[in-house]
């Protein structure tokens, strides 16, 4: 049944819990918030310590002799690749008087298509003055060498018609001098040859005016392109606005710093695997959530609730220790400063009963370092816990993170309260602690969570938590009721738990 309730909780269980993840991104905002602010000063710094260099900006209309209504670009893509030529920047150096190099004046200029005809050029210089200079000099080129290109394929094609032509009016001289040999002839036959002759004459005739016409028709079309082809927006410098510029950098830079500080916050938060909701904190530890007190001071409206919860807090572990008649004590994972404080509260709330004594088992000086005031506890050192008084009540005051002599913890009390910070510790430490909590037979109370999310709605608590924590004993504790026949305690049951909305039935 143990395999069977395992194996089906495993498969219950998600691949990646998205309400953990975001609530554990949530609660580093800090690192965010702060990637963001970085992003945002890191682009309007750009700005103002990098300015764009001095830029100009020029149009030309390009024809094109194959121009179609469905062309999807790439004849002004053409124009593009050609403009980044060294023949253009070297003819464009060449209109300046420049001696630079057309491989170097490549890179301070560029171009997009902005229609299917227009094309946009953009050229930076070391001032507005040459910058607009360089513009115009290189978009005369480009027209120039276009205009060139249109020339030069127009007489292209006309020198290939003529030359047809001019080899089919060789033809017909051939045909016409075999008409007139042949007229002299007489006879059926040679009535059959000059009819061939003249239909072959005919024939001669209309494709040497088609060709002739074609080689007329393929110059006239080129005036046309030549006109076409012109600067249609002069060359001016572009104005750059230092405000707008740092605004819009500071923007990019704000989202940049946004996205990339989430994205190392959910990364980190997947590879640490820190619990923060409560019912996976106490399914680690296999304790139930019993209190939960904020870790730093909270706003103003709302101290009043924070004191009224530490407290009840107060009070009801006043209650617990009093109630049980082993020695108690608070453990922390992560938050000594509060464990310490919660101690010192408990223990001025038993001083009413008798003397108390707080056995101070922390590394830190939490409470090393305290100023006892008028009424308040004795603090001891866990060396000298060995000289507290049977008669003086003990509450121990512990820590159970990394590096904790285990076996010291049964000297602070044989029952615990675990004060633990949300987030702080890994689930495999979690793990750790409620294992070597087991093997010293220190059953664990409940777990107080020191800085919970505040939107958490999951159920801390855990029906089969005592069972849990005592997976050590070997032997079931007994007690006689009224009739005097001995009792053994009963087994937890597992409680049935139906998920709703993150939520669990208590």
Not at 101 to 111: H, I, L, R, S, T
Not at 153 to 172: F, I, P, T, V
Not at 347 to 369: E, F, M, N, S
Not at 429 to 456: K, S
């Amino acid at each position: 049944m143990t395999t069977s309730t395992t194996a089906e909780s495993s498969a219950a269980a998600p691949l990646l819990d998205l309400q953990a993840l975001v609530v554990a991104v949530r609660r580093r905002r800090r690192l965010w918030c702060s990637a963001a602010l970085l992003g945002l000063l890191v682009g309007a710094a750009v700005s103002v310590l990098m300015p764009p260099p001095p830029t100009a900006v020029t149009k030309v209309l390009v024809a094109h002799q194959e121009d179609q209504p469905n062309d999807p670009g790439t004849l002004i893509r053409t124009d593009v690749g050609l403009l980044q030529t060294t023949r253009i920047a070297g003819k464009a150096l060449q209109s300046l008087g420049s001696p630079e190099k057309p491989e170097d004046f490549m890179k301070n200029y560029g171009a997009v298509g902005l229609t299917n005809n227009l094309l946009q050029i953009t050229v930076t210089a070391d001032s507005d003055a040459e910058a607009v200079a360089r513009a115009k000099a290189l978009a005369d080129a480009f027209v120039a060498d276009h205009v060139r290109r249109i020339k030069d394929a127009a007489n292209s094609e006309a020198k290939a018609l003529l030359d047809q032509r001019d080899r089919m009016q060789g033809e017909l001289a051939q045909v016409n001098k075999a008409i007139g040999d042949g007229s002299s002839q007489g006879g059926p036959k040679a009535s059959a040859n000059l009819e061939s002759l003249f239909a072959s004459r005919a024939e001669l005739t209309s494709r040497i005016t088609d060709f002739s016409q074609r080689a007329a028709e393929a110059r006239i079309g080129t005036p046309k392109l030549i006109a076409g082809t012109q600067v249609v927006d002069t060359p001016r410098a572009v104005r750059n606005s230092l405000p707008r510029a740092v605004a819009t950098n500071a923007a990019i830079g704000l989202v940049l710093g946004l996205v990339l500080g989430l994205a190392v916050a959910a990364v980190g938060t997947v590879v640490a695997d820190r619990p923060v909701l409560r019912r996976d904190i106490a399914a680690n530890l296999g304790a139930s959530v019993i209190a939960e007190l904020p870790r730093r001071s909270a706003r103003l409206w709302r101290r009043r609730r924070v004191r009224a919860a530490r407290e009840r807090l107060t009070t009801s572990l006043a209650r617990t220790v009093r109630g049980s008649a082993d020695p108690v004590s608070l453990l922390e994972l992560g938050c000594a400063r509060s464990a310490s404080v919660i101690a010192l509260d408990v223990a001025r709330a038993l001083a009413a009963d008798g003397p108390v004594v707080v056995i101070d088992g922390l590394p830190g000086p939490q409470l090393a370092k305290h100023r006892p005031k008028p009424g308040d506890p004795t603090v001891v050192s866990g060396e000298r816990a060995a000289d507290v008084s049977p008669q003086e009540r003990r509450l121990g005051v512990g820590s159970v993170a990394p590096g904790t002599a285990w076996t010291d913890l049964q000297y602070l009390g044989t029952r615990t309260v675990l004060v633990v910070r949300a987030g702080h510790g890994s689930a495999a430490w979690l793990h750790t602690v409620a294992r070597q909590l087991a093997d010293q037979r220190i059953p664990v109370i409940g777990v107080v969570l020191i800085d919970p999310d505040p939107r958490d709605r999951t159920d801390g608590t855990l029906w089969d938590g005592l069972a849990n924590a005592l997976r050590g004993r070997t032997e079931r504790p007994t007690w006689q009721n009224a009739t005097g026949r001995r009792l053994t305690e009963r087994q937890p049951i597992r409680a049935a738990r139906i998920p709703d909305n993150d939520q669990e039935v208590r």
